[in-house]
């Protein structure tokens, strides 16, 4: 060595030793390959990442035991290949070893050739590097990739990946592209290529913003046109713009996921659109119509007549039913609508009594109802419509035809003419009353759906069957008198005569080829067999009349001096009556004086009575107030006292009012119930509200009568079912009218005065009630069924009332059960 190669070489080895440091600190290890005697050089760092303790100089073959076997061959190749000279790449090859060492799994080995001047290979040199954790880190990159893309492939929303300032369609699973009405051609494209029809549509625009702010996009039965099968459609979704973040924080693609809601929002649509309909419907309709929704059912949507019927006013919409209409609660209706509610089924009734508090007051008409359910879009009720028609009117007049026909039938049944109707086909028996029986010895149902000959089968040859046939055919009525007629009557044929008609029974008023139509006949048959045979039996006898009235001439003359005695000893008797009717006038005046006295009496009784019971209440009351500390004991004897005394008033009282009763001439003058019955309830008002009583009263009629006593009638009747009422339970007192003829009275009843029309108004309660074994004596004077301790009275009261309905002609009865409450009934004649 030269002395100008010694700084050289000392420069040279200071770098190398510097290149060494850096290569361990960098964690890198170097080798040379000598590829003539096949040995490789390592240093430490490859020596520890190769496994290899000693020593340095390793033989080729040795060294690939350590690289992993599937790799060693291709590790091989690259060596092989950097080896030739036309060979431009530099070496560089990744490869796993055939054992991890201390946690190296994958090595990076870089280097160059060196060639001779015949370019021969002599050395292969480079450096080697753990890459294990970035190999790991890149196949965790590339997992996660793949379980991404499988997570939008597989996913059951429709899903697509956007990607870049473009939005390139990275990635779509097969829902989306369905919707999209696109197949994997639109992979790789950006969106506004691949949907062309969404330029005209705010979503690019929204997308754009997501990309640029950050910020997520989400979006309900959001509109779409889109272009399927070359048509454009339309479609609702659901979606959201979800922007994906880079490590730096950077938007660097968008995930849409999209849920098509097409279906629900049109079933929407049409629900919306047929609630308009409704609406319109509900608000033009004549009958009145609203909503009940939901399970609590909301009043919605009420027209005005549905608001008259209610009688709340128009401030019932958002309201339950149940607040608005109390009174249904004792009325089936509100479990009727909950049972469709939940059944989903219709319900239908005609001409149903519903008893609704209108503007304050309790009525009683009749509707036509339905409750149809209304279904949402998932078939669930959600609402009733209700229809109701007032058929109030309807619904009387038909009780009254109904009445009529009951009538009509039943005075066919009493009447006492025998009547039948008969009708084709077969001259058929279509009604038959008792007396039509009585006649042809049958009864009506043994005549009744047969035809007259298998019915009457003795009639045959009798010519009745033409006759009738001909009256169907001309319609011209038949009349005759006197017809004999041949009828089987207790097993035996008779002969009877008949006063005959045959009237014509129309179809309608529509005549057919220009007659009318008949439709049956009407058989009226007077049995007039005995005034046949007695006629007959007269002219017999006229014979033996003449025979005797020269006779008799003779006897009369004998007679007329006979009835002249008998009216000498009528003259007499006559004399006797007109003294005894000077006696009975005399009478009369007697007892009018005795009333007088009677009322004097009483009034002195009254007055005489009540001073000295005074006196005593109020003198008890000075010694309660004065002495009552010194009194002890005694105080409770005082208070007896003064009880009693209170008593004894008011037995006075009530016993002056039934002496003033039973002497008062009966009044005429016209008298309102109605107003009697609010004077009483205006006397009784603070027992009513301490009861907090429930009073329902029908209109009551006008009649003739002396208006103080009614008024104690009704006081009486209507306090007895206020004071007997039951412990813990609300009264509740209805007070009821209705007409009925003589003839509908119960057996029991027997008014004072005879009357053909009756008024009997009924008072109910729900009180204590009482046995029907004492049903005789409640209305005696002085009878009690209750102790004085639980009830105040005198048993004067009841006494009073029958007292009132005998002076005006009628008469009082009672029903009840204990517990269950009273009724009493008061019939006045009309």
């Known amino acids: 060595m030269t002395g100008d190669q010694q700084p050289f070489d000392s420069n040279l080895a200071a770098e190398n030793e510097r ?55 291709t590790l091989q190749a690259a060596i092989s290949q950097a080896l030739r000279p036309e060979c431009e790449p530099p070496f560089s090859i990744r490869y796993r070893l055939a054992e991890p060492v201390n946690g190296a799994c ?64 990275e990635l779509a699973n097969e829902p989306i592209l369905t919707l999209w009405g696109k197949g994997n051609s639109a992979l790789g494209k950006p969106l506004a290529e691949a949907l062309p029809e969404l330029r005209e549509q705010p979503f690019l625009q929204i997308l754009n913003d997501v990309y640029t702010s950050g910020i997520p996009y989400q979006a309900v039965a959001d509109k779409c046109d889109l272009l399927v099968d070359g048509k454009l459609r339309t479609f609702y979704f659901n979606f959201t713009y979800k922007p994906l973040f880079d490590k730096q924080g950077l938007v660097y693609a968008i995930m849409n996921m999209a849920v098509d809601v097409t279906d629900q929002v049109l079933a929407r649509q049409k629900v919306e659109a047929s609630e308009a309909r409704l609406r319109s419907v509900i608000t033009s309709a004549p009958a009145a119509m609203g909503l009940f929704v939901g399970r609590d059912l909301i009043v919605d949507m009420p027209n005005q007549a549905f608001i008259e019927i209610v009688g709340k006013g128009p401030d019932i919409v958002g309201k339950p039913l149940r607040d608005v209409m109390p009174e249904l609660d004792s009325q089936p209706f509100l479990q009727i609508l909950d049972d469709v509610f939940t059944s989903g089924k219709t319900y239908k009734s005609f001409g149903t009594q519903v008893n609704i508090v209108q503007h304050g007051v309790m009525t009683h008409n009749f509707y036509n109802i339905t409750y149809s359910p209304l279904f949402d879009a998932n078939g669930k009720v959600y609402a009733i419509l209700d229809i109701a028609i007032d058929v109030t009117e309807r619904v009387i007049v038909q009780q009254q035809i109904e009445e009529s026909r009951l009538q009509l039938l039943n005075s066919f049944e009493q009447s006492p003419v025998a009547i039948a109707i008969i009708r084709e086909p077969d001259l058929t028996f279509h009604m038959a009353n008792p007396f039509y029986g009585d006649l042809v010895g049958r009864t009506p149902a043994e005549l009744v759906g047969k035809p007259l000959l298998e019915a009457l089968p003795e009639l045959a040859g009798q010519g009745f069957d033409q006759l009738l046939r001909e009256v169907i055919a001309t319609g011209v009525p038949f009349t005759a008198k006197e017809v004999p007629v041949d009828i089987v009557r207790h097993d035996q044929l008779a002969t009877i005569f008949v006063d005959l008609t045959y009237q014509p029974q129309y179809e309608s008023t529509q005549e057919v080829d220009g007659d009318k139509s008949v439709s049956g006949i009407l058989v009226v048959a007077t049995d007039v067999t005995g005034q046949v045979h007695s006629r007959r039996a007269i002219e017999e006898s006229e014979v033996r009349y003449r025979a005797l009235s020269l006779e008799l ?90 009880s009693s005394a209170n008593r004894m008033s008011l037995f006075i009282k009530d016993l002056l009012s039934f002496s003033r009763i039973s002497t008062r001439r009966d009044a005429t003058e016209l008298v309102s119930l109605t107003g009697i019955v609010a004077i009483v309830l205006a006397d009784l008002e603070l027992v009513i509200n301490e009861t907090n009583a429930i009073i329902d009263i029908d209109t009551l009629p006008v009649i003739k009568g002396d208006k103080s006593q009614l008024g104690q009638l009704f006081q009486n009747l209507l306090s007895n079912a206020l004071k007997f009422h039951r412990d813990g339970v609300q009264p509740r007192i209805q007070v009821t009218a209705r007409e009925m003829t003589a003839s509908d009275l119960p057996p029991t009843v027997k008014p004072a005065r005879a009357a053909k029309q009756y008024q009997c108004i009924t008072i109910s309660d729900n009180g204590i009630g009482f ?59 009309v």
């Open 771 to 829: 046995d029907e074994k004492y049903l005789d004596r409640i209305f005696q004077i002085f009878q009690r069924l209750h102790s004085k301790s639980n009830y105040s009275g005198t048993g004067i009261g009841l006494a009073i009332c029958e007292k009132v309905v005998t002076n005006h002609g009628g008469a009082i009865t009672a029903s009840s059960q204990p517990g269950q409450g009273a009724s009493f009934s008061v019939y006045l004649p």
């Open 553 to 642: 001439e003779q006897q009369v003359e004998l007679r007329t001096q006979e009835l002249a005695a008998s009216n000498e000893e009528l003259a007499a008797i006559n004399e006797e009556l007109m003294a005894a009717n000077e006696e009975l006038a005399e009478s009369n005046q007697l007892f009018t004086r005795s009333n007088e006295n009677l009322q004097q009496f009483a009034y002195i009784a009254s007055h005489d009575l009540q001073e000295p019971l005074r006196k005593v209440q109020s003198f008890g009351d000075l010694l309660k107030s004065k002495y009552g500390d010194q009194l002890g004991d005694g105080i409770d004897y005082l208070e007896r006292m003064q």
């Open 106 to 169: 994958w090595l990076h080995s870089k280097g160059k050739a060196y060639f001779d001047q015949q370019n021969q290979p002599y050395r292969l040199s480079g450096i080697t590097q753990d890459v294990t954790h970035e190999i790991q880190t890149q196949q965790q990159l590339r997992d996660s990739v793949e379980r991404f893309r499988s997570l939008i492939e597989q996913a059951p929303v429709a899903t697509a990946l956007f990607v870049g300032k473009d939005l390139v369609i």
């Open 19 to 73: 290149l060494k440091r850096a290569l361990q600190t960098a964690d890198i290890g170097t080798w040379e390959f000598d590829p003539i005697n096949q040995i490789v050089h390592l240093d430490d760092r490859c020596q520890q990442l190769l496994g290899v303790s000693v020593p340095a100089v390793v033989p080729y073959p040795e060294v690939l035991q350590h690289v992993h076997p599937d790799d060693r061959v």
